[in-house]
């Protein structure tokens, strides 16, 4: 499932790491590809700074599909593309669920509420990357992170 772009012609190392997986309607799934993922962020020199926050938005988006997107439904399967260079990581999540409105995700940091937990995912995806978006349904989210070499 996993692959490697080739070396360069120049003889350089891989230049990218790719896989796509179908993780389980369970929580505790996206350990399947998570310690892979920082793996790979690690080996191509992103700092630990935006390894913890690459960590946590995809952690969380991966839970938000499994949780509130499939419904932990064990029929249902989340996939996850990857793609980390030593410039950018991207992130591609697609549950099967019916979808959301992401405006429609109350802001957690207005005063009355400050005290309720739903939101709060959202809000540190879109702080931690550079782009993200989400397809029209609700049911994908693609994340990136960019950096300069």
Same mark, same amino acid.
């Given at each position: #499932?996993?692959?490697?772009? %080739?070396?360069? $012609? +120049?003889?350089? $190392?891989?230049?990218?790491?790719?896989?796509?997986?179908?993780? %389980?309607?369970?929580?505790?799934?996206?350990? =399947? *590809? #998570?310690?892979?993922? =920082?793996?790979? =962020?690690?080996?191509?020199?992103? &700092?630990? $700074?935006?390894?913890?926050?690459?960590?946590?938005?995809?952690?969380?988006?991966?839970?938000?599909?499994? !949780?509130?997107?499939?419904? =932990?439904?064990?029929?249902?399967? /989340?996939? !996850?593309? @990857?793609? !980390?260079? %030593?410039?950018?990581?991207? *992130?591609? *999540?697609?549950?099967?669920?019916?979808?959301?409105? %992401?405006?429609?995700? &109350?802001? @957690?940091?207005? +005063? +009355?509420?400050? +005290? !309720? &937990?739903?939101?709060?995912?959202?809000?540190? *995806?879109?702080?931690? #990357?550079?782009? /993200? $978006?989400?397809?029209?349904?609700?049911?994908?989210?693609? #994340?990136?992170?960019?950096?300069?070499?």
């Amino acid at each position: #499932m996993s692959n490697s772009s %080739p070396s360069s $012609a +120049d003889g350089s $190392a891989d230049s990218s790491w790719q896989k796509s997986i179908d993780l %389980p309607s369970e929580r505790g799934a996206s350990k =399947l *590809i #998570m310690d892979e993922l =920082l793996d790979r =962020l690690g080996e191509h020199g992103w &700092p630990s $700074a935006d390894i913890f926050s690459i960590h946590l938005a995809a952690e969380e988006a991966i839970v938000n599909a499994i !949780v509130h997107g499939n419904k =932990l439904d064990d029929t249902k399967k /989340v996939h !996850v593309e @990857c793609l !980390v260079s %030593p410039t950018l990581a991207r *992130i591609e *999540i697609t549950d099967e669920g019916d979808g959301f409105n %992401p405006a429609d995700v &109350p802001d @957690c940091t207005q +005063d +009355d509420r400050l +005290d !309720v &937990p739903s939101g709060r995912g959202v809000m540190l *995806i879109h702080n931690f #990357m550079t782009k /993200v $978006a989400y397809n029209a349904k609700g049911n994908q989210v693609v #994340m990136e992170k960019s950096r300069d070499k």
